[in-house]
């Protein structure tokens, strides 16, 4: 079972290399074509300047480093491996993602859905249990216990206290109590 885990851990770490590998067998991809689309919208409303993608840097940076450290020092942890399975899928489909955009958006969108669908499953399964680090999930319970009239203790009555810099979070975007 820990050969099988390792396995894996390897797979995923591969698969963030292809994925960041792909850019370079597109380097011209420059948006799509306007023939591509079933409605052509020849002068779009929005339209991103190009060193907004240079947020793919540090993203595919992290990723790498991410995965590599994973595989070295989480290969065998079964938290870990729990998002490996669903990452995997993320970034086999990512990995054919810009080959496909550049000749047909409709399957790059259904691609995208299916890359963003199978990340959040991982982000789900990640093990949030390390008091240091606030993710999503915890930001959307306490949001949600925020918006009951219960209290966050009630809503969560096997939770610890939520950290101070989240009770500051609610739902319209205010502070709370501090």
């Known amino acids: 079972m820990l050969n099988s885990r390792r396995a894996v851990a390897a797979i995923t770490a591969v698969l963030s290399l292809t994925f960041v590998g792909s850019n370079f067998f597109v380097p011209n991809f420059r948006g799509y074509d306007d023939s591509l689309f079933p409605i052509p919208l020849p002068d779009p409303l929005i339209v991103p300047a190009a060193y907004a993608f240079a947020i793919w840097g540090p993203i595919f940076i992290w990723l790498i480093v991410g995965l590599v450290w994973a595989l070295i020092k989480r290969a065998d942890d079964a938290e870990w491996h729990a998002t490996r399975l669903p990452l995997i899928v993320s970034l086999a489909v990512g990995t054919f993602w810009l080959p496909v955009a550049v000749v047909s958006p409709i399957w790059a969108t259904v691609m995208i859905c299916v890359m963003l669908g199978s990340a959040l499953v991982a982000l789900y399964r990640s093990p949030n249990h390390n008091p240091r680090v606030a993710t999503i999930l915890e930001c959307r319970r306490f949001c949600k216990a925020e918006a009951s009239p219960q209290s966050a203790s009630e809503a ?18 205010g502070e709370g109590e501090h």
């Open 156 to 173: 969560r009555p096997n939770r610890p206290e939520t950290p101070k810099i989240a009770r500051r979070v609610s739902l319209a975007g």
